[in-house]
């Protein structure tokens, strides 16, 4: 069962479920994370990248890699520390933050940085647009 905290009746059912419930069960209490808007938002976005000539390190990339050049910049940009690791074969591995965990204001925040990017490289915000993602007035 899942509770939003939203009045004081909800609170109270939260803390009736936690003590009705069986042993062994596990309570988490987090900040709200992304909605569903903001994840098609930000996929909107990635598509527009992918669809775009812009290239990346020589090449044009698809829209999961876009995702995560978009998060590793956003991380960097918001001084959230990064990790790069040598992988099981040798590879190396960039050990980013989940956008599905994000709360909403740094959802936000990764998508206010993605436009950004994608204004400063001329990329066509067209399927954003399209979803209807866009303020009248910047599309």
Known sequence: MRYILINDQIRRNACRAIQEAPEGHTVTIAPKTRSNE??????AILSDLASSELKWAGKRRDKDEWKAIVI???AVATDLPGE???GIEGEFVAIRESSARMSVARSSSLIEYAIAFCVGHDVDLRETRRGGFMDARAA
């Open 38 to 43: 903001q994840n098609a938002k930000l996929h």
């Open 72 to 74: 590793s910049g956003h």
């Open 84 to 86: 790069v690791i040598p």
